[in-house]
């Protein structure tokens, strides 16, 4: 079985930030090789308290797992699916071909063409087959933007996400004040 990052042990085939609690986003990867690229996907997630699973699940070297979890995410409770890869991202598009939940891709800087083949390897989906993508090794929005999905059904979710917006806006006044003294 794929290599799995050592979180909080859950009975699911993943780990979990909150082992009291079901995941509601599924994030995996390539490659263990992708998972610093999702530490700041991850730390929001923690931030605005939403549990998680993580896994590995390569779309070339584990295929047939990574369509097993595509197909059993959504009997697991998974809402939203993040998945990160580089080169040849083939990865968020299976899992999108396999499931009927949103699959947000984080296209990897992996290669010497500077993440350009991740990206565009992801978001030039067939259509059929939508698969969201945020820009290349941004892990932030594609969390931001689990939360935003899961905040048209959690209202909890969504006042965190108008707070957090909020003070994003307060942020940058705030600087352009300082600017203009
Ligand atoms: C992709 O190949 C992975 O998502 C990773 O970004 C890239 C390199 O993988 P490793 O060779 O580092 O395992 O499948």
């Known amino acids: 079985r794929p290599k799995q990052e050592a979180v909080t042990t859950t009975s699911s085939s993943s780990s979990s930030s909150q082992s009291t609690e079901k995941p509601l986003v599924l994030i995996t990867m390539g490659s263990d090789s992708d998972l610093p690229v999702l530490k700041a996907g991850l730390d929001v997630l923690r931030e605005f308290g ?29 809402r939203v699916i993040i998945a990160a890869a580089g080169g040849a ?7 999108s071909s396999e499931t009927p939940l949103p699959v947000i891709g984080v296209p990897v800087k992996a290669t010497h063409l500077d993440g350009m083949d991740s990206l565009l390897s992801i978001v030039q989906m067939p259509r059929g ?4 993508t945020v ?3 941004n892990s932030t929005n594609a969390a ?5 999905i899961l905040g048209t059904f959690v ?14 806006e307060e942020q940058v006044i705030v600087k352009g004040n300082k600017l203009r003294e």
């Open 155 to 168: 209202p909890e979710y969504q006042d965190k996400m108008k707070r957090y917006q909020a003070e994003m």
């Open 50 to 78: 939403v549990p998680y699973a993580l896994d590995i699940t390569s779309a070339h070297r584990t295929p047939r797992y990574m369509m097993r979890v595509a197909g059993e995410a959504a009997e697991r409770g998974i």
């Open 129 to 132: 087959v939508p698969t969201a």
């Open 135 to 137: 820009g290349i090794n």
């Open 89 to 95: 991202a083939h990865l968020p598009g299976m899992l």
């Open 144 to 148: 931001l933007l689990a939360i935003r």
